[in-house]
């Protein structure tokens, strides 16, 4: 494949903005990918900054995603609070240490929400 501006030059890379082929007198790195002309470099760089305020604004890649204690606390204190209703149920009075456990495991979930929210106000 040949330059799309010089047909007797090899084309060594594909401009990311126009799809065309340049060589490498035509080539121009954006820091976003490559360019064949200056318009396009420009191009490059307003959809890289719009990209970038699109994420900010819907909160994309902006910050790290949720640690799997977050889930994994609050599905145990889920069980454990089901088994207790169950037991509570089948069984003359009510089972406090499994709802004790379950309450445990609710507050550690919400702790480690917190810790995440908290170390991500940077993000």
């Known amino acids: 494949m040949n330059c799309f501006r010089h047909r007797d030059e090899p084309a060594i890379a594909i401009c990311k903005h126009c799809g065309k082929a340049a060589c490498e007198t035509c080539c121009e790195d ?30 994309v890649g902006t910050r790290p995603p949720m640690p799997a204690s977050v889930s994994t606390y609050f599905f145990f204190g889920l069980i454990l609070s089901v ?11 009510i089972d406090f240490l499994t709802f004790a456990m379950a309450a445990v495991f609710f507050v550690m979930s919400l702790a480690a929400f917190k810790r995440y929210r908290d170390d991500c106000t940077t993000c």
Do not use: F, W
């Not at 064949?36 to 699109?54: A, F, G, M, W, Y």
């Open 83 to 93: 088994t207790g209703v169950y037991l509570t149920m089948t069984r003359p009075g």
């Open 30 to 59: 954006s820091g976003q990918g490559i360019a064949c002309s200056l318009d396009c470099l420009l191009e490059l760089q307003e959809e890289h900054l719009l990209q970038n305020r699109i994420k900010q604004s819907l909160g």
